[in-house]
């Protein structure tokens, strides 16, 4: 059965760093685009990151960018969030899902995992 785990959050105070991993299991990792996603306490879903299968092109949310780093290594079958210089803001579950390509709505990524918690402090 296809499936996402992840793992790495934690509470750490403003500005500090950590290292989300999302490691899947049941599929071929190499043939599909991973994005990463936060849900924040009252909050929709959204998009931080994604890393296309092809050509391991990343894209950033404008909140991320220059903070957030996603990798992929498919013979481990893992992808990974690298977040530093964290805020308050980046408080959220955050999650790791699978679809053809990236650029695509919330709704259309699957086989979503069961997240992981990063906590933020100021």
């Known amino acids: 059965q296809e499936r996402f785990v992840e793992s790495g959050g934690d509470s750490v105070q403003s500005g500090g760093s950590l290292r989300l991993s999302c490691a899947a299991s049941?599929?071929?990792?190499?043939?599909?685009?991973i994005g990463w996603f936060r849900q924040a306490p009252g909050k929709e879903r959204e998009g931080v990151s994604c890393?296309?299968?092809?050509?391991?092109?990343?894209y950033y949310a404008d909140s991320v960018k220059g903070r957030f780093t996603i990798s992929r290594n498919n013979a481990k079958n893992t992808v990974s969030l690298e977040m530093t210089s964290l805020k308050p803001e980046d408080t959220a579950i955050y999650y790791c899902?699978?679809?053809?390509?990236?650029?695509?709505?919330?709704?259309?990524?699957?086989?979503w995992g069961q997240g992981t918690a990063v906590t933020v402090s100021s």
């Open positions: 049941g599929f071929t990792l190499g043939l599909y685009a």
């Open positions: 899902a699978a679809d053809a390509q990236c650029g695509t709505s919330v709704r259309n990524f699957y086989w």
């Open positions: 890393i296309s299968s092809r050509d391991e092109s990343t």
